[in-house]
């Protein structure tokens, strides 16, 4: 059977496509991030009320918003080498700069995988609770294991009969390891990977960039076109232009990864108040802005194989069509891929979505953010999301 046909609205043939299904978007891979109250993993604080250039925003807009009225959704993989995805959001706070990070729970495993990706929150118990957090800030020449993971090793087993946990400290993990800027309204689209980990943010005009940091983000805008500032009805702001960047935390940027297994964690949108940029009461303190619960699997394995004797292991399933040996299935983890998929040689292949990370079960969908190309041979698709 011939197939000449792109799949971006609909499973035509259902012969042929087992378990597609066209989504807006992905069930099981996206979430939604709530409004948390500030106070939840360093550094911690009161919110921010002016822009990323230092304006202030409106008495009627300070006292009327609230992170309830914002939408965050982000669609991420279940399975794969990194969490990556992309993050959209809008009604946040205009022309503002955010950062996105993981955060572990004190105790498990995988929050200390996250620690030593990231950095380390410490409390103390004080006999009545945990309090005097701090982070822990010597992050020495960027190499793991460094002087914050030495003292977390050094502190994490210090016993207090007293506590809740019987320990006398309580470490969290966190991971910084990107960040944004909204525009006018509030909105931005974040295409996010965790293959870096940062300190802090700053703004060029506070700091030099080093080679070391992170990119610069750059955003140009205008305060009148937005309803969140004071208005006389004139142009009340100038046009600003504002490049931020992130202060590496661990060496090198694009290349710290979270180590393989099984994460349970938070995901956080924070408020970068950039060390007090424009001044007290309104500059802010690092607020923890919005979140939600996630989890996912890193895999050793690469995410797409040619499931032939041995198999062939692949980075996408365009790459893994394209060199196709002898097998006729072709597999794919759990994962979220962006790519348009054409396959156009004359031959017979199923294509199966959702497996775990040795492929020995499957465990949900392979998302394509993109289109699927049949104009040759005869494919079947099965546990496919395409967005």
């Known amino acids: 059977m011939r197939l000449n046909m792109i799949l971006s609205f609909g499973c035509m043939i259902v012969m042929v496509l087992s ?71 809008n009604n946040l706070k205009p022309n503002f700069g955010y950062q996105l990070k993981l955060a572990g729970f004190s105790g498990t495993p995988d929050n200390e995988l996250i620690g030593l990706a990231g950095r380390w929150w410490r409390e103390t118990w004080n006999g009545t609770a945990w309090a005097n957090g701090i982070n822990l800030n010597n992050k020495g020449n960027g190499e793991s294991p460094n002087p914050n993971d030495g003292n977390y090793f ?64 750059t955003s140009a805008f205008d305060a009148d076109l937005s309803s969140a500032y004071y208005d006389t009805g004139g142009d009340d702001y100038p046009l600003q232009t504002v490049s931020i960047y992130g202060e590496w935390e661990r060496l090198p940027v694009g290349g710290v990864f979270l180590q393989y297994g099984y994460y349970s964690a938070s995901l956080y949108i924070t408020e970068e108040s950039f060390h007090g940029s424009g001044g007290a009461p309104y500059a802010g303190n690092w607020a923890a802005a919005m979140g939600a619960d996630i989890t996912f699997t890193l895999c050793q394995n ?48 199923s294509l199966q979505g959702g497996y775990n990370c040795d ?12 289109n699927i190309m049949i104009s040759n041979g005869t494919v079947t698709l099965g546990n496919f999301i395409l967005k």
């Not at 909204?182 to 996010?192: C, H, K, Q, S, Y």
């Open 19 to 89: 378990m597609c299904v066209i989504e807006n978007s992905a069930t099981g891979a996206t979430i939604y991030l709530q409004d948390i109250d500030s106070g939840l993993t360093s550094p911690t604080g009161k919110f921010r009320e002016m822009d990323v250039v230092d304006q202030l925003f409106s008495v009627l807009y300070r006292d009327s918003y609230n992170y309830t009225q914002a939408i965050v959704e982000m669609t991420s993989n279940d399975v794969g080498d990194t969490l990556h995805g992309t993050l959209n959001a």
């Open 154 to 217: 050094s502190q994490r087993d210090e016993t207090d009969p007293t506590s809740p946990t019987g320990l006398k400290y309580r470490f969290t993990g966190y991971l910084v390891f990107d960040y944004f800027i909204t525009d006018e309204a509030g909105g931005a689209i974040l295409n996010f990977n965790t293959d870096s980990s940062y300190h802090v943010l700053w703004k060029t005009a506070q700091r030099g960039r080093d080679t070391s940091d992170g990119p610069l983000k």
């Open 302 to 349: 690469l995410p797409v194989r040619n499931n032939g004797t041995p198999p062939e292991y692949h980075l996408t399933p365009q790459e893994a069509y394209d060199t196709e040996g002898g097998s006729t299935i072709i597999q794919s983890q759990s994962e979220l891929f962006t790519e348009n998929i054409s396959m156009d040689l004359d031959k017979t292949l």
């Open 359 to 370: 492929y020995s079960m499957n465990t949900g969908f392979t998302i394509i953010n993109g």
